[in-house]
């Protein structure tokens, strides 16, 4: 799994702006709280599901496997599923 403590660095420069507490600024109905998770995103909830929105981007989102390494795209997505599975 990726190092939470650079995933969260990550999630706050970069993804806060749009996904701040789990919330999703731009279409408020696909949250990152479980729930919404499961039903809109690609793949389900999985890690494997999270990376490639991450590094893909889809619809509103953009794609982050230009700006972001492995390490921090790993760590971003350790950091999102955790928070996902035990609450923003």
């Not at 995933?7 to 696909?30: I, M, R, W, Y």
């Not at 995103?41 to 999270?50: M, V, Y």
């Not at 989102?61 to 921090?72: F, H, I, Q, T, Y």
Request: aromatic share 6%; net charge negative.
């Amino acid at each position: 799994g990726g190092d939470l403590e650079i995933g969260a660095d990550v999630f706050t420069g970069n993804c806060a702006a749009c996904h701040a507490g789990g919330a999703n600024s731009v279409e408020p109905l696909k949250t990152l709280n479980k729930e919404d998770v499961t039903k809109y995103l690609d793949g389900g909830l999985s890690i494997e599901a999270i990376t490639s929105q991450v590094r893909n981007g889809k619809g509103a989102m953009p794609a982050w496997s230009d700006r972001l390494d492995d390490e921090e795209i790993d760590g971003v997505v350790a950091y999102v599923f955790k928070n996902i599975n035990e609450g923003w």
